[in-house]
């Protein structure tokens, strides 16, 4: 199964993989989002993320 996520700041993140999204956004938030980086756990990413 992949997953998406529509970011609050308008980028989209897509994965085939849990691992693989949980690293996209977490390299994400430390590129774009640096104050949110180390408060997002993989349970908070993974709500975020819709079944595509
Ligand atoms: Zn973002």
Redesign the pocket.
């Known amino acids: 199964m992949a997953y998406l996520i529509n970011?609050?700041?308008?980028?989209q993140i897509r994965a085939e993989k849990e691992d693989s999204l949980v690293l996209q956004v977490e390299q994400?938030?430390a590129d774009?989002?640096p104050e949110l980086k180390g408060k997002m756990t993989r349970d908070d990413i993974m709500a975020m993320a819709e079944p595509v």
């Open positions: 970011c609050e700041c308008g980028a994400h938030v774009t989002h």
